[in-house]
Structure formats: C-alpha cells, structure tokens
C-alpha cells in the first residue's frame, strides 16, 4: 500500500477547536466527517523535494507546503501524526506556490540526488515517468492551497 500524503482544508474556527482539544481530531480526518481531502498518493515526498530541493528539509513557506507545520496529535501513541498550518501560513504557501509553474519545477528534478537522498516513493527516480508523476499531483495541490487561501482556511497535513 505504502505512504500516501493528504491535505485537509479546515476552517479556522475548527482549527481553532482541534487545537484546543474541543473538537475530535479522529472525527474530522477519519470518521463520519472526514472527506473532501486531497489525496497526493505517494507523491508528496517527491513533491516536497521538488519545491524545497532537499528530501526533509526547506526554506518556509514552501517547506511548508508538505512537511511543515505543528503538530496537532504529538502524542506517542499515534499512529499517525497530524501537523496543521494557520490560515496566514496557508495564504504564505499559496503565493509561494503560485509563482512556481511546472518548468519551474522541472528545474528542481535531480533524478540521482533524490535516488541518494532516499526520497519516497521512486526506487530510482531516473526511470520514465516519475517527474510526469509528481507533476500530475502538483497542479491539484496549488488548487488546493489556493482555494483554502481564498476561504480563510487552515491546512491538515498527514501521511498514512
């Protein structure tokens, strides 16, 4: 199956509530409200490799977009750590993401750094395909954050 990346769009007043432990983390990602997230398949860690030029690290906001934020859910025991952005950091990631089309992208490809790097998915990302791959997921993606920005909404971040 592997690890596959997700974003959540959250209003900010949810996200406000998730923090404060009054509203249900697990309900709103995984029960009867989860939904509406957009799957990034096994593409994320590429992607985030692409935008940041390193395979965890970056400069914000682009860093940002898919490894950064806080934790929501820090506990031990989680299997699955959920890391949220503010409406303001999700508006900085969308202006950042705005101004990179996919040639922009094309240009962060280093096929064999990412092979060294150990980036997910690809066990060698000089094969045909992989940069059309990520490329499929990345003009989602800046819709995504573009129409959170537009409705003042917070971001989940979450691989599983």
């Known amino acids: 199956m592997g690890m596959i990346g997700y974003l959540k769009r959250v209003p900010a007043e949810l996200l406000a509530a998730?923090?404060?432990?009054?509203?249900?983390?697990?309900?709103?990602?995984?029960?009867?409200?989860?939904?509406?997230?957009?799957d990034l398949d096994k593409a994320w860690h590429g992607l985030h490799y692409?935008?940041?030029?390193?395979?965890?690290g970056g400069e914000e906001p682009l860093y940002?977009?898919?490894?950064?934020?806080?934790?929501?859910?820090?506990?031990?025991?989680?299997?699955?750590?959920?890391?949220?952005?503010?409406?303001?950091?999700?508006?900085?990631?969308?202006?950042?993401?705005?101004?990179?089309?996919?040639d922009a992208l094309k240009k962060g490809f280093a096929p064999?750094?990412?092979?060294?790097?150990?980036?997910?998915?690809?066990?060698?990302?000089?094969?045909?395909?992989?940069?059309d791959y990520l490329l499929d997921y990345y003009g989602p993606m800046k819709a995504y954050y573009r129409q959170a920005a537009e409705n003042g909404e917070g971001m989940l971040i979450y691989v599983s």
């Open 112 to 131: 064999d750094d990412m092979n060294e790097a150990g980036v997910y998915p690809a066990p060698d990302w000089n094969d045909a395909g992989e940069l």
């Open 50 to 56: 692409l935008l940041c030029g390193d395979a965890f």
């Open 18 to 38: 998730l923090i404060q432990k009054t509203a249900t983390l697990d309900e709103y990602v995984f029960g009867d409200e989860a939904g509406d997230e957009l």
């Open 64 to 102: 940002n977009a898919l490894m950064g934020g806080q934790p929501i859910n820090e506990e031990e025991t989680e299997d699955i750590i959920v890391r949220y952005l503010t409406p303001d950091q999700v508006r900085e990631v969308s202006r950042a993401l705005e101004a990179l089309d996919d």
